[in-house]
């Protein structure tokens, strides 16, 4: 393999992964859209996507796709939960932002530790869902899954901006990111809004665990990183904008591949810090320019 | 009256504050900081059962020199900051006499000099702290790092054409050591070292770093490091079709099972007699693991007996310290366990000595693979 070679292999991985990171920051951006809280919960949608459909594949003897299914009902649900137990009494408080972004994070590690106390530590993994071996170009190898993994990323973001621009619950939601008190006015339930942005970032969340486990583990700790790449990847897309944050899960997984390709792997995290950093002092609005 | 009758009160205090006194002295406290949480959770739970397992044991005989055994755990969430922590809370609210903890080595070498202040003697899962006064105190059941690295060179150059290999290691202290003995030794064994990677205990793809080895002409990866990221590279060495062997530290075998049904015949690691105790030649130390195997079997099944054996260690080498100086005092212990030598384990014999704290000396261990669901030394 030459060098050629060795950084296409590694702009694939770099793709792959970023299309996840990228998921999860829609994820984010849908929360923050609705409401204005960075909800930190989103790492454990992560880990209930992959976890939920191995638990119900192992335990309940569940065809791949039905489990799959499952888990992202379960998951949506949990964010529900998440939202009408965590986020909604201080709402209605009127809580500091800062306390209801930290309510999510606690959130996050009461998640965390059922998954723990419900399953077990050890790593998980989901079949691929292709099992069929690498398609090789020229020496560089394309796996299945992470083809997956971008048509189904694609195809996401898709169907939410369809989702967004031609349903009336989409574009329901719309308004209360632009104007809460307006769209509240227009009879729009507010409140109800939330709780769906709740819902559909928890199965965004999910469906990014899901695509994700079969490339490497699952367990009940495996949500944080991934919530900080998430996070990440939404500031440097122009946080609350949903194809800005797929964008910036690319760039993110790109530039934290050629880091590890040109200077190691000690310097993957060096480089996607210092991207964050660059984007909040040259262009703090993101690739395509913040919401607010 | 009245008088009297506040006499009797407070002598009745002062003999059931007496009799409480004399019970909390006569239970000898053993300390576990363990990661039961985090990248160590799977082997430092099977570390505090053994050593909880053993305690049993000895109490179900009597205790030690007729005092019985008591263990006071605690989480460290296989974070060296938090070890600290949990370290301190046993030292002072605890009181505990002696440390069997696990495998957190930046934990445990965090800790370190505060427990020696305390005169308390540890008996490690890990490696020995780096600091020479700090190991006065500190002793292991862990075999030399060089150890796992050199089973599996002999493994490469016995049985396999393989002359390249790539290093793959996580941060650790243990990891980074085993890391410079790979480099070091490697020409020893007629093999060479082509690439160096390193991975974070959660970094969610290590294609990348694969791809080099590869490129880099690597026949085989040496995997260093605990967790789930064996399974990854597991996955990531499927999705490059690549045809690298990929070879492990030792590790629980419930995080294997699943890396070989990855890669199959293509997956070795490094396995203890412990783990393929059926298939070890008799002897001295088949007798030992089955010693402890017959009361863990009995509680835990066939769960991997592996780290669980060693935490079982440490307490059988505390008992032996204690019974050969009769004293259950930390300096004592710290001295007596000093002249423990033949001691028969279930990981191998122990020889320390003061300038010995790391008892084992002979590699016990084996290459083994899993076939068809069962473990098998490999051929």
């Known amino acids: 393999m030459d060098n050629m070679h060795l950084v296409l292999q590694s702009l694939i991985s770099g793709i792959s992964i970023g299309c996840v990171y990228g998921l999860i920051g829609i994820g984010f951006c849908v929360i923050y859209n609705a409401s204005g809280i960075v909800n930190f919960a989103q790492g454990a949608f992560v880990m209930l996507g992959g976890m939920v459909t191995y638990v119900l594949i192992e335990r309940f003897q569940m065809p791949y796709v039905v489990a799959a299914l499952g888990a992202i009902v379960v998951t949506g649900f949990v964010g529900a939960c998440v939202e009408r137990l965590v986020v909604r009494p201080l709402w209605n408080r009127s809580a500091p932002m800062f306390v209801m972004i930290l309510a999510t994070l606690a959130a996050q590690i009461v998640i965390e530790r059922l998954t723990y106390i419900l399953v077990d530590d050890q790593p998980k993994t989901l079949p691929a869902f292709s099992d069929l071996p690498p398609i090789m170009l020229g020496g560089v190898a394309i796996n299945f899954q992470s083809l997956w993994i971008m048509a189904g990323s694609v195809l996401i973001v898709v169907a939410l901006g369809l989702f967004f621009k031609t349903t009336r619950t989409g574009k329901a939601m719309r308004a209360v990111s632009i104007n809460a008190e307006a769209a509240a006015l227009q009879g729009i339930p507010v409140s109800l809004m939330l709780t769906l942005a709740f819902v559909l970032s928890a199965m965004l969340g999910a469906l990014a665990g899901i695509l994700l486990t079969p490339t490497q583990y699952t367990a009940f700790n495996m949500g944080v990183p991934f919530a900080i790449s998430g996070f990440i990847a939404a500031i440097i897309g122009g946080f609350g904008r949903p194809l800005g944050a797929f964008l910036g899960g690319i760039a993110l997984g790109l530039i934290q591949a050629m880091a590890i390709l040109g200077l190691g792997a000690g310097f993957k995290n060096v480089a996607a810090l210092s991207l964050l950093l660059l984007f909040l002092f040259v262009r703090p609005s993101g690739l395509l320019g913040s919401t607010r | 009256m009245f008088h009297m009758r506040n006499q009797f009160f407070a002598g009745m205090v002062s003999v059931l504050a007496m009799a409480g006194a004399a019970q909390a002295e006569d239970i000898y406290k053993i300390g576990i900081s363990a990661g039961l949480t985090g990248y160590a959770a799977t082997v430092d739970r099977a570390w505090s059962d053994g050593v909880q397992t053993a305690v049993d044991v000895l109490n179900a005989k009597g205790g030690i020199m007729g005092r019985k055994l008591e263990v006071v755990v605690e989480d460290n969430r296989s974070n060296p900051q938090e070890a600290v922590t949990v370290y301190r809370k046993m030292v002072s609210s605890d009181g505990v006499n002696i440390f069997s903890s696990g495998c957190v080595s930046a934990g445990n070498a965090a800790a370190a000099p505060m427990v020696a202040k305390s005169e308390i003697p540890m008996i490690l899962c890990s490696i020995l702290p780096k600091q020479e006064r700090d190991v006065v105190w500190a002793f292991t059941t862990l075999p030399p790092a060089g150890f796992e690295i050199e089973k599996r060179f002999e493994y490469l150059r016995d049985k396999t054409q393989i ?169 004592a212990v710290r001295e007596n366990l000093e002249k423990i030598t033949g001691f028969q384990g279930t990981t191998g014999t122990y020889d320390f000595a003061p300038d010995k704290h790391q008892g084992i000396s002979t590699n016990p261990f084996v290459v083994a693979q899993i076939i068809d669901g069962q473990v098998r030394i490999a051929q």
């Open chain 2, 163 to 331: 002359r390249k290999v790539g290093v793959l290691h996580d941060p650790t202290p243990y990891a980074l050591l085993q890391k410079d003995v790979a480099e070091k030794v490697a020409e020893k064994f007629g093999i060479e070292v082509v690439a160096v990677e390193a991975y974070k205990q959660d970094d969610a793809d290590l294609s990348v770093q694969l791809s080099k080895m590869q490129a880099a002409g690597a026949g085989a990866v040496m995997k260093i490091g605990l967790g789930g990221t064996t399974l990854t590279a597991a996955k990531n060495l499927k999705q490059l079709g690549s045809d690298m062997l990929l070879l492990t530290s030792l590790e629980d075998l419930a995080v294997f099972k699943p890396v070989a049904e990855v890669l199959g015949d293509k997956f070795f690691f490094v396995a203890s007699p412990s783990q393929v105790f059926e298939a070890y030649p008799d002897g001295p130390l088949k007798q030992a693991i089955g010693q402890f195997l017959q009361p863990w079997r009995e509680k835990f099944g066939d769960r991997d007996p592996n780290w669980a054996s060693r935490g079982w260690d440490s307490i059988m080498l505390t008992a032996a310290a204690i019974e050969k100086g009769q004293s259950f005092e930390g300096p």
